[in-house]
């Protein structure tokens, strides 16, 4: 089992090396001004790869040899620059302008003409007391937007309140260009981003057993058993609509010991459950805080699902007898809610999932098994993209 846990993990991170490493279509320009238009790939923040088709020789450039590239979907636009003498890497627009704003490792960066590229910092300081050690916040980026809004008196009321966040930043460069009646190209708002992308999971399942008939039991609470799923996800528009549908099948063991006392009889009863379920589902999920960079994105979720059961062994055992014996059921749909988090590290994206549904299972005057079933998950996605 742990050779095949390996085995499978090496497969996964073998796919998303290359699932989040691919050619898009794009240009790059030259030194010289020149737009050469074919495929980009991002190598890294200082690195690219072209080529000019698909079966074309490639060619690696970096931000030393050339002026810039683009990606046309979404259309994003980089330019090569350099702070205060290091190295040069590609940094990206978010407003392009006489004075123009950019990115790059999630760090804004202010630039012209003029005083070139201005780091826009909120600096933490550790300050040791008598008291303990203390951490105070100075946003250092408000200075460097002062300077820049010197010669617009309108905007010295305004600077203060900018907020480090790419929209607030944003409006505000757009302000300094206005007073300046420069022309500017706007990226602030993210581009329509459709998500595919491929999950695993593995968990727990916690299943409730139930017996209708009469002088039957209904369990507390189910004891472990191992969840394993896959699924595909489609997310329209996701920056916008924050909603994702998935398209899942898992493998679920669902245990349970349950003893009671049963009227007229001298002893107790134990029941013991074991049984093995496929469930392929659908379900929707909606992230209303969704961020692609940040580190946690939560959502809610509400779904169905259906179990085909491939084993379910029955343990009867009282003071005189054990009897074991395989249920076979008629299985109907279920109802499912999900509560999560995706959380992405280092380009790496994973999910932490509770699931809730209920079964019925129903055999008129028979039983009703696998009624309350909860599941605690831990997931990587790929992007399929």
Do not use: W
């Amino acid at each position: 089992m742990k050779k095949s846990l390996l085995v499978l993990l090496s497969v996964l991170l073998t796919i998303s090396m290359f699932s989040q490493n691919v050619f898009q279509n794009g240009s790059y320009t030259t030194n010289n001004q020149e737009e050469v238009n074919g495929l980009i790939k991002v190598v890294s923040e200082s690195n690219i790869i072209y080529k000019q088709s698909d079966d074309a020789k490639e060619t690696m450039f970096t931000s030393e040899t050339i002026q810039g590239y683009t990606l046309n979907d979404p259309f994003r636009k980089f330019t090569s620059l350099s702070e205060n003498n290091t190295p040069s890497a590609f940094y990206e627009y978010v407003i392009e302008g006489d004075i123009s704003l950019l990115i790059l490792n999630k760090v804004y960066y202010i630039h012209n003409q003029t005083n070139g590229l201005k780091k826009l910092e909120v600096k933490k300081i550790e300050q040791s007391t008598d008291q303990g050690v203390f951490e105070s916040t100075i946003n250092s980026y408000i200075g460097i937007l002062s300077y820049y809004a010197k010669d617009c008196p309108s905007l010295q009321a305004e600077v203060n309140s900018v907020v480090y966040r790419r929209n607030s930043l944003s409006e505000f460069v757009i302000k300094l260009n206005e007073c300046n009646n420069n022309p500017i190209n706007d990226y602030s708002e993210d581009p329509a981003i459709n998500l595919l992308e491929l999950g695993i999971t593995a968990g727990g399942n916690y299943a409730a057993f139930e017996d209708a008939r009469t002088s039957g039991y209904k369990t507390d609470g189910g004891d472990f058993g191992l969840s394993l799923s896959a699924y595909l996800s489609y997310s329209p528009n996701i920056t916008k609509n924050k909603i994702s549908f998935f398209l899942g099948v898992e493998y679920n063991q669902k245990k349970d010991e349950y003893t009671y006392e049963k009227s007229n009889f001298p002893g107790p009863r134990t029941v013991i459950h074991d049984a093995s379920v496929i469930e392929p589902y659908i379900a929707a999920i909606y992230q209303p805080f969704y961020n692609k960079k940040g580190l946690f994105s939560p959502y809610i979720g509400i779904g169905s699902s259906y179990g085909f059961t491939l084993q379910h062994e029955v343990t009867i055992i009282d003071l005189f007898s054990e009897q074991r014996f395989d249920r076979e059921l008629d299985q109907t749909f279920s109802i499912l809610f999900k509560l999560g988090s995706f959380i992405t590290i280092s380009e790496n994206k994973f999910l932490f999932e509770i699931v809730y549904s209920n079964y019925s299972y129903q055999i008129p005057g028979k039983v009703e098994d696998y009624g309350n079933n909860f599941q605690i998950k831990l997931g990587y996605v790929i992007n399929l993209n």
